[in-house]
């Protein structure tokens, strides 16, 4: 049993109130071999001038120093990427620096800006992210991606990621999925309800009109995990502007757009999933000791946590965010929500570890109806959308964008703007894809206020950004 | 042909021989719908990297010798001394002591089963196992961690009792050359190289 410190444990705190200003966006896509990567990242940025009725120019003149979420720069054989981003976007003599943690590289760089801003040194910086996975074959592709596993012990195994994190959805499956076919059916439906809602985002690279049936003969990947239970493979890029009070009012003063209030923490766990070590269970504050104490008696094999089953880093990053944003239960204070949804099953995982559901009953989730924008089996909303963008399995996963491609589009719902953004006919033509002629806005009524799960392979990093409407609090500025 | 690159270690310095790097011409990719204008190049590489297993190297060089080091933590100040690892680390991560090294062979013949598993249909580029692989995680009684490794003879189920095998002959000094085998199986039905 490994124990925590009080002081590690400490609830975060920011200097000064952090806003979100505005963000944009590229389009997604499996390969985009026309364009470069520095293209997509003005796409990004000069999205984000428009939303805020400013050049780009203006905009950068706000912006004070760069932070760049970049995971692999073997994937593009450029060294120092960022820098050449940097340069390409005309942000010099700011200072910059650049930030990977694997799949969770787009939430860290939110959570160095955020940092940046709350600390006093900077009023207003850029947050933007990028990955190219287009540059090489799929097979040399998962021998990259194999790297960020342990070398030594890790990777030689055959070098596919997809195995080292699927023992852990295999663990699962059998504990708390007792392998049965209904928990495989609410697998499939996940993948069902993101590539669904991946049809009505003409930023997102699959759309899918599917069935659970689809889903469960697609080809086996690792078992229980099909190809439609996975993620995308994708290019593309996402920026945010984040910012001070003043300066965030000032940037947004011409336009619609609200600055939103941001918080982002981080967790971590052992890179080597065979580093885990026993350990209590952190709780949330919707949770009590005694949740816990029958669960292996529930579950057999649920004993040991986090065992292969649970991913401490996503439940570290959920304990100091709702302490520092006042979150108590997210399913009442969270209005929408988009998660890392690598695999259908870690989506289920990621709802147990922030909390959405207690350890074992993240399924219930889905089967309630409670993550749909609609709820099929009321007809009314969902109590709290999840992933309407997409998510990694519909909308796209440019590992470094992908953090700030979900805080955008949580965003988009708390703007009011989703319609806006999603719906205009003339991006969905700029983009060469066809609007559906089923298309839905998707736009959550009244969202004040959201969250966003950025996670890394085998949960080595994650993050947590909470966006809320200024005037929507859960928790007084005492400490400013 | 020139000799493939390979290289010893004399006086603490790196002696190396042969090709390191092969090089080949780029090639146009041309795009066929706008009338075959240059989109970009391919780029081939080719190069032989050298790395050293540091204080982990006895560890690899026991496998070759059908031994399972493992270490632990005997610092008596350290609030988890006695806590044992396996994968092999070099330092306790509590205490930061350089943790005593073990031969836990026994202990994995004996006490070792399967805590979760995975059969892969697909690999990444240059992998070097039979398809489909059959990742397991192995829980040792008395170990506070789960060594990944993969099963070459039987199907993984959890909860399965397992035997560590090791490629004696030929060995690749990676953590391939360690492996295992179904409570059960004979010396016969083990892969080519691999002993008990
Ligand atoms: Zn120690």
New binding site residues.
Partial sequence: MIRFTENQLKTPQFMRPVYLVTAGQSKFDRAIPERKTEELCVDALTMAAELVNLTPAELKGYIHSCYYGHFADHFGDQLLGEAVIHDRLGLDPLGNVGIKTGGATGGSTLWEAAKTVASGYSDCVLAMGWERMDEVPTDEGNFLISCAADKDWESPLGHIYTGYYAVMAQRYWQVFGKEEDSFRKTLAEISVKHHGYARMNPFAQSPMKITVEDVLNSPVVAYPLRALDCCLMSVGAACAIIADEKTAMEIARNSDIKPLRIWVTAGSHTLRPADRRPMDIPLLPNETPDLYEDLENRFPGAGRYPGFSAFLGARMCAYYGYRMAGVNDPCEDLDVIELHDAFTISDIQTYEDIGIRPYGQGRTYVESGDCYHTNPKTGQPGKLPSNLSGGLIGCMHAVGATGIMQTFEIANHIWGIWEKIHGDENRWKAFRREKPADWTNLQVNGAKRGLAISHAGVGSHVTCTILMDPDHLLKQDSSF | MSLYGNAKVKNWRYKIKGNFHFSHSPSPIRNVNDNGHLLGITKPRHMIYLHSYGGEAPFFEGLSQGKLLGTR?D?PG????G?IYQPYRIY??????R?TELDMTETAKNRGYIHTFMTCERSGAFNTLDKPIKFINIEFEGVSTILMSYLSVGEPKIGTRVIPIFKKIDPSYTITDLSWVVEGTQADQLPDGFSF
């Fill in positions: 933590c610092n350290c609030e988890y001394k806590t306790c991560p509590d205490c930061l002591a943790c």
